[in-house]
Structure formats: C-alpha cells, structure tokens
C-alpha cells in the first residue's frame, strides 16, 4: 500500500472549501438524535476546521434510502444536534448536489459549516459513479476523511470523489482509529487475547480466519459459539446454527490446534425456550435440551473467559456474548466487558453491538480504543486494503 496519508492539520484548508466526509449513520427516533457517539467523535475534527477558517461542507451517509429522497432518512435530526454542540448554524441543503446545495456552498463564509442531505439520496453515491463524484467535486477544493465507519466500502464519497481532489487527508478520527487497529494488527506482543461473538460466523469469516494465525486465544462466545459446538457434534437445541458453517467451524478448530492457538468455547450456556423469556436456565454446553436455545454464555463460562483476558498484553474483542439487549440474558457480555477493563494491556473493542453494551456498562472509558467502524474494523484487522483509506492516499 504505498502512497502517505496526510491529516488534516497538513492540509491547507484555510479560507477553502472543504468537505469534509463524516459518519453521521446515527440512529434517530422521533426526529431525534438517540444516540450521538458517532457526532460527538467526529466533533475535534469539526471544530478544528472550523477555528481554522475552512468553509466546512459535511456529507454522510444515513440508513439504507435506497437511491433515492426519503424523509425517514434526512440529516435534518444531525444538522440539529450539530447546532446545539456547536453553538452555531448549521445550514442543511435540500440535497447534496442541486444548485441550491452548490449556491448555500459558494456563499459559506470563512468557519461556517455545512451539511448536505443524505448521500444515499443519490444513487451514484453507493455506485462510486464518478459522475456523482465529479458533482461533489464542484463543491470542493480540500477533500477530508474523517468516516472511519464507511471507509471500507467503495462508495462516490469515500472513494470516486478524493481521487478528484488534490488536496486530500484524514480527519482526527480516521487517524485515532487506524493508529490503534494498525497498533493490534501488527502487535507482536503475548499474549494477544481475541474475543469473538455475535450473531452469525458468516459475518465474521475473514476475521477468524486472520486473527487465528495471530493471536495466543480465542474465546468464543455468542450465537457464533452454537456452530462451533454442533460442530463438535454437540446437540444445540432450539439455538441459532448455521448448519452450512459447520465444515468451516471445524476446520477453524483444527487449525487453531495444529498452531498452539487456545480456542475455547462456552462451557456452560443460559438457555430459555423464547427469545422473549423472562429468564434463563444455566446449563452445561452438552446438556442443551430440545425446546430451548443458548442466549447467553454461563457464569463459569465468564469466568474463564475474564482469566484469559485479564493477563493479555493485547486484546481484541467483537461481537455481545449473548443476547445482550434483554436483561435476562446480558451478565455474559457485561461480565466480558468488565474483564476487558479490568485488563491492563492494550484494549481494543470494535463492532457496533459491542461498542452499545460497552457504553451501557459505562465502561468505554476504561478502553484503550473504542472503535466508530464495526465492519471496517474488522476489515482493518483482516489486512485488506480499504477504499477509503486508499482514495486519500497521495
Ligand atoms: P457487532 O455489531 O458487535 O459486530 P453482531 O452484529 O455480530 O455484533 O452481533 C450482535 C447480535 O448478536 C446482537 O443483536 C445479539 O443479541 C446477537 N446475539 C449474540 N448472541 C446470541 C445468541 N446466543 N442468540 C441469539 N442472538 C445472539
Ligand atoms: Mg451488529
């Protein structure tokens, strides 16, 4: 991957244009802002900007609108937060390339900000349609990436439109974010501790398979751990299984054997027969019975797992334990978290399920990085090259 990536503090942004292309794919409610981390992390590179005297233009990405205007979708609820944590206006344009966009632009005055409706309002933007790019061009003359979350996919904004544009970095996040995953990824550090859970081992493939070959552990917990116990011909019950997984859940286990990786599975589950039960039942991995499914892992279970993390030079955790979002079944993932900040290495949780439980248990903090990109983090740790990071490149 050759080519430098400059941030923004090397760029020359003052009195220019500059559009600076953030993750605002924040959950809303009632035309509301429900949970703003992600406008809040993206706010040192905002205010930077800003003092700087850059006409700031942002662009985000918002929920799934498929192409094309969706009020359900409109940044309207970020444009209004904004104002209020910057103590200033935030003027939103009726879409991201018409002429009134382009004139709200070519007026903005020095450290004025603004933000443009979705970028999937637009069908070119999920293309990368370098038409669609080359519009977003007109609109600037420094080009920022502060998306850490979308920097994996190739999309107009992230990767079409940089190309177009001289004057191009990343925005603190961005940095912040492949600083530490670059820091794990390379890690020659033992022992590096990797936590795996979730819904489904199909989501998280690459991963396993990369960090298998690197790290010293892998406890596996959540939905994911069902497969790789009917793998070992353990009857699961009502559990989420990918049966079409099992081949590969084995020959993961066969692999982590023949390196010397510990690879260890839940020992003890809470089971219950819905999804909506009022409680779970803690039972041993092999005794699942027929009418019930595994929504958590057991309290043994966490308790293996918090030995293995608390020693780790480095760790790495994704994916909740269990079903976390219902109380009954939430002890696995919160008493994971714990581990993970209790541990004293270097501590690295990515993975948007993971990132909520561990702001819930308030222990974000107690984190050495907490990762904005679920997806693109995992992409980062496999070592594939990401589009966004490459397109800015110089
Ligand atoms: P992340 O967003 O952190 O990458 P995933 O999206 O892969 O995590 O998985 C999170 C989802 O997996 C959560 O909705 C959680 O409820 C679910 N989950 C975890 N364990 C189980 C389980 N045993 N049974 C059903 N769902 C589970
Ligand atoms: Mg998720």
């Known amino acids: 991957m050759a080519g430098t990536l400059r941030g923004i503090a090397d760029l020359a942004i003052e009195g220019r244009r500059t559009f600076l292309r953030v993750d605002f794919n924040v959950p809303v409610a009632s035309g509301k802002v429900t949970d703003p981390s992600r406008v809040l992390a993206s706010l040192p590179t905002i205010r930077h900007a800003m003092e700087r005297g850059a006409k700031l233009v942002l662009a985000s990405h918002a929920g799934r609108p498929k192409g094309k205007p969706s009020p359900q979708f409109s940044l309207e609820p970020v444009g209004q937060l904004l104002a209020e944590l910057l103590h200033c206006e935030v003027l939103l344009t009726d879409d991201c390339i018409s002429d009134a966009a382009g004139k709200i632009v070519t007026d903005l005055r020095d450290?004025?900000?603004?933000?443009?409706?979705?970028?999937?309002?637009?069908?070119?933007?999920?293309?990368?349609?370098?038409?669609?790019?080359?519009?977003?061009?007109?609109?600037?003359?420094?080009?920022?990436?502060?998306?850490?979350?979308?920097?994996?996919?190739?999309?107009?904004?992230?990767?079409?439109?940089p190309q177009l544009i001289r004057e191009r970095g990343v925005g603190f996040l961005m940095e912040r974010e492949i600083a530490a995953l670059e820091r794990l990824r390379s890690s020659t550090v033992h022992p590096f501790v990797a936590v795996l859970g979730g819904a489904k081992v199909s989501d998280k493939i690459g991963v396993l398979e990369a960090l298998i070959d690197r790290v010293d552990a892998l406890l596996i917990g959540g939905a994911m751990a069902n497969t790789f116990l009917a793998a070992q011909g353990l009857s699961m019950g009502k559990s989420l299984v990918e049966q079409d997984k099992l081949p590969l859940a084995r020959s993961l286990m066969q692999r982590a054997a023949g390196r010397g990786v510990k690879l260890l599975l839940p020992t003890d589950l809470l089971v219950a027969d819905s999804l909506d039960a009022s409680a779970g039942r803690v039972v041993t991995t092999n005794l699942v019975p027929d009418a019930m499914m595994a929504l958590d892992i057991g309290p043994r279970t966490v308790e293996t797992f918090r030995h293995e993390i608390l020693p780790a030079k480095a760790l790495f955790w994704n994916g909740p334990l269990g079903l976390f979002e219902r109380a009954p079944f939430?002890?696995?993932?919160?008493?994971?978290?714990?581990?993970?900040?209790d541990c004293a290495g270097f501590t690295v949780v990515g993975g948007g399920d993971s990132v909520a439980a561990v702001n819930q248990a308030g222990l974000a903090s107690r984190y050495d990085h907490v990762s904005t990109g679920g997806g693109a983090s995992l992409e980062f740790l496999e070592g594939?090259?990401?589009?966004?990071i490459e397109a800015v490149k110089s």
């Open 111 to 161: 450290g004025q900000v603004a933000l443009l409706e979705n970028l999937r309002f637009n069908p070119g933007e999920e293309k990368n349609d370098v038409a669609f790019a080359r519009e977003l061009a007109k609109l600037c003359d420094v080009y920022v990436n502060d998306a850490f979350g979308a920097a994996h996919r190739a999309h107009a904004s992230v990767s079409a439109l």
């Open 330 to 341: 939430a002890e696995g993932t919160f008493g994971v978290a714990r581990a993970g900040a």
């Open 384 to 388: 594939r090259p990401m589009p966004g």
